[in-house]
Structures are given as C-alpha cells and as structure tokens.
C-alpha cells in the first residue's frame, strides 16, 4: 500500500483520517488473498509540486501529532505482510520525511524504535536519546577540528557508539560538551584499581585522591594527548581513598 493520495480529490484538499483507515482495511483484506505483500507506513503527506511549477497538489495527509505514522507502522507490523516499507527517510518533495528535522525532530525515529520493541524485539535497548548523538558527535567534530587530542577522544567515542557502548559514548560526549573530564570504564580485581580518562581532553588533567573527602592530593597529570588516559594504582593500603579528576 501507499499514501492514497488520490482518494483526498488533490489540490488542497485534505484526506479524512476515516477514508485513509477505510483504504488500509480494504487493502488488508485484499492482500490477505495474495502470496505475499509489503505494507508501508507513512508519517504525513504535503508535497510541494504545485509550489514548485512541477504539477498540481496530490493533497494533504495530517501529521497528527505523530498518530498517522504510529497507526500506519502499528498496522503494518501487525497485518503479516511481508515487508514494511517506511515511506520515506527524506522525500522533503511530498513531505513524508522521517528524518531528524527542525519541526518534528527525532519523533518519528522514536515511533520506529517504540514499535520496533513492541512488536518485534522487546529486547531492543535504545531509545529516542540515543539518536541525538549523532548529531552532537558532528557538532563537536566541527568545533574541534583542529584539536589533535579532543579529535582522537571523538574517535574512541565513535568507536564506542557503533560498538553499542551508548552509555559511555554519551558520558564522553557530555564531558566534552561541558569542558570536563570524565571517568569511564572503572574496573577493579581486588588488586588494582584502573579507570579511563575522556570527555573533555584538550589540557591536561589531574587525577586526585582523599582519604576523607575534605583534603585532596594530586596524584597524577596526564597531558593533554591523543593517547587515551589510563590511571591505575594498587588498592593493598588498608585505608579508604577517594578519586577525582579536574
């Protein structure tokens, strides 16, 4: 199936949410009689022919606060069709975009990932925040391009977001984007205690310890660099010590 623009009658006229849900039960009905079939789900339809002197409107499919997409990808993960077409990542021409966008943000993404563990994999961890990071890594790309040391922290980040380390990615993302170092990746074997050092990396940082929380002590400076920071010490002292980095 597809936006059944034709039956809004074109021009600036709208299609009735009820005529749209008309046209997918006629649709599921007959493709139930078929050997297979994909279905589509759709976000809105407002294209831009008529404006731009390419033809006359096909017509006006509301967004509706987000229930079009939801109802049309609900029903086509639902009706044991074969494929499902998402319609479209970026056709700005007909207005049924589903990629990040100034007016809708990164609603439409979450839709996809909300159905997604719904209907076909509960298991299925990210959610719509997750999406931003993309663009928040760009940012950052951009604004640091010529810092060797924040340039090599934004490739271990990289590394760590398609490896599926969201948690840490997003944990050097925010250091970086508010001017602070972060410890990640803490680890201990009863032996030694080893963190790493990201976000923010374009000075140097000092690692610091208390063994009451009021008087601390440098202990460590890493300069800044693009080698990533490991800090490391023995925990054999039978007294409790603190660790922060600044």
């Known amino acids: 199936d597809w936006p059944p623009m034709g039956l809004s ?33 759709f976000p809105r339809f407002h294209d831009f022919y008529a404006q731009a002197g390419a033809g006359s409107s096909y017509g006006h499919l509301d967004d509706a606060n987000g ?7 609900s029903r086509a993960l639902t009706n044991h069709s074969a494929i499902v077409q998402v319609v479209t990542w970026n056709d700005f021409g007909e207005g049924t975009i589903v990629e990040p966008t100034q ?6 993404l979450g839709v996809v990932q909300n159905l997604r563990r719904q209907y076909l994999d509960p298991s299925f961890s ?13 940012n950052l790309r951009k604004q640091y391009g010529n810092s060797p040391a924040i340039y090599a922290e934004l490739d271990r980040i990289f590394t760590n977001i398609v490896s599926g380390k969201i948690s840490t990615a997003n944990m050097q ?13 803490l680890a201990y074997n009863g032996v030694q205690l080893q963190f790493l050092i990201g976000g923010y990396v374009a ?23 693009t080698n990533l920071s490991v800090f490391s010490t023995d925990t054999i002292q039978a007294v409790c010590r603190f660790f922060k980095i600044q």
């Open 67 to 73: 229930s079009t997409f939801t109802n049309t990808l």
């Open 9 to 41: 009658g074109g021009g600036t006229n709208t299609l009735p949410p009820a005529q749209l849900q008309s046209y997918l039960v006629s649709f599921d009905q007959k493709a139930g009689g078929w050997p297979a079939f994909v279905s589509s789900a």
């Open 103 to 108: 007016n809708y943000g990164y609603r439409d």
């Open 203 to 225: 000075s140097s940082v000092q690692v610091q310890m208390s063994t009451n929380l009021t008087t601390w002590q440098t202990v460590q400076i890493f300069a800044a660099s």
């Open 126 to 138: 990210y959610h719509t925040n997750d999406l931003a990071m993309a663009f928040r890594f760009y």
């Open 173 to 185: 993302l925010t250091g970086m984007e508010s001017n602070h170092p972060v410890i990640y990746n």
